[in-house]
């Protein structure tokens, strides 16, 4: 019998991923926040942290892809919120005109 202490397993995986996606979705929230509100307050243009949102969101769903490991109705869903910032954008250019 082997009386070695196992230091890594399936759950510290599991537990460590479930909490890097939390941290990302509070960075890429807490950053599209700011967007907002320096946007709305300074008028200021943040694209610079908007192409890092979407640059960081599209390496993670690239990697997912890679490693097929994507629902089944994840394009549908991608397309659907696409469709539905795209409608929000063009309201909010147009009320706040």
């Known amino acids: 019998m082997n009386n070695q202490t ?3 397993d399936e759950r510290t995986e ?13 960075m890429a929230c807490g950053a ?10 300074f008028q200021e243009s943040l694209w610079d ?16 892809r890679s490693k097929q490991v994507l629902s089944q ?3 549908r869903l991608a397309a ?3 469709i539905v910032s795209v409608i929000l954008a063009a309201l909010l250019a147009f009320l706040l005109r």
């Open 80 to 82: 659907i919120i696409f």
């Open 6 to 8: 196992v230091l890594r």
């Open 73 to 75: 109705g994840w394009k």
């Open 14 to 26: 599991v537990v460590e991923n479930a909490s890097y996606r939390l941290a990302y979705y509070i």
């Open 49 to 64: 942290l908007m192409f890092l949102v979407i640059l960081s969101s599209a390496v993670a769903t690239l990697y997912q």
């Open 32 to 41: 599209l926040v700011v967007i907002a509100y320096r946007g709305f307050l």
